[in-house]
């Protein structure tokens, strides 16, 4: 069945330029998150996206980070002038709002490099 | 919000019994406690989570003390294939943002 799609898998940039993440959530789930996990480190919470809801943005580390979500689906991930200390693994999840478990579903993540 | 407190790495043979301790000394009542893992290269993945009983599932059991003050995952036969780091974390039911993760526990599994 159709998980969580993450692209692109890999992305090699060079300091000061723009990259964006792609999240297809798997189809009617509502919840979408990103998180950001550096290298042998945790996951580091950016943004939830709940249906029509305003997005918690409480999570990004600067305004270079932006995210938006259209339709209520396909969410895009975008950093601005990328340092490199943006490089790490940022993973999309989703979940549908009510449920038994409320369980994350995780994409395999994209890794962002920053040269 | 209330945060967890896991070692830092354990280490199991394979096919015996592995308990991976989580403390939550400040966890309310409307606190779920879930596990997720992660598998090395791939993302986080749900293994188990309960309130205030015990709870089993085809991949772990939840053991949850009776203060909630602390939890154990137990792998019950451990394979080479639950080597992974292990989060445990808590969440308020219906509040699903904000989810945080650790640490983790990263579990080494000898053969």
């Known amino acids: 069945g159709a998980g969580v799609s993450q692209s692109p898998s890999n992305k090699v940039t060079e300091k000061g330029k723009d990259v964006e993440l792609r999240c297809d959530p798997i189809?009617?789930?509502?919840?979408l998150y990103w998180y950001r996990q550096s290298l042998g480190q945790g996951l580091e919470f950016l943004i939830y996206?709940?249906?029509?809801?305003?997005?918690?943005k409480s999570g990004l580390p600067s305004d270079r980070f932006s995210a938006e979500r259209t339709g209520g689906s396909v969410s895009t991930l975008t950093i601005q002038r990328t340092q490199q200390e943006d490089s790490a693994v940022y993973l999309c999840?989703?979940?549908?709002?009510?449920?038994?478990?409320?369980?994350?579903?995780f994409g395999e993540g994209s890794r962002l490099t920053v040269l | 919000d209330a945060k967890t407190t896991q070692p830092n790495s354990m280490e199991s043979n394979e096919e015996e019994p592995v308990h991976l301790p989580c403390n939550h000394s400040?966890?309310?009542?409307?606190?779920?406690i879930h596990w997720y893992r992660q598998l090395p290269s791939q993302g986080p993945e749900y293994v188990i989570h309960?309130?205030?009983s015990n709870v089993n599932n085809r991949m772990a059991s939840l053991a949850i003390a009776e203060d909630r003050k602390s939890s154990t995952l137990i792998l019950h036969r451990a394979t080479l294939r639950d080597a992974a780091v292990y989060y445990c974390?808590?969440?308020?039911?219906?509040?699903?943002?904000?989810?945080?993760f650790g640490s983790g526990t990263k579990l080494n599994v000898k053969p």
């Open positions: 974390i808590l969440r308020v039911e219906y509040n699903f943002n904000k989810f945080y």
């Open positions: 996206f709940q249906g029509n809801s305003a997005p918690d």
């Open positions: 999840a989703s979940s549908t709002r009510w449920g038994n478990t409320g369980e994350l579903f």
């Open positions: 400040t966890i309310s009542g409307t606190d779920y």
């Open positions: 189809s009617g789930h509502t919840a």
């Open positions: 309960g309130l205030t």
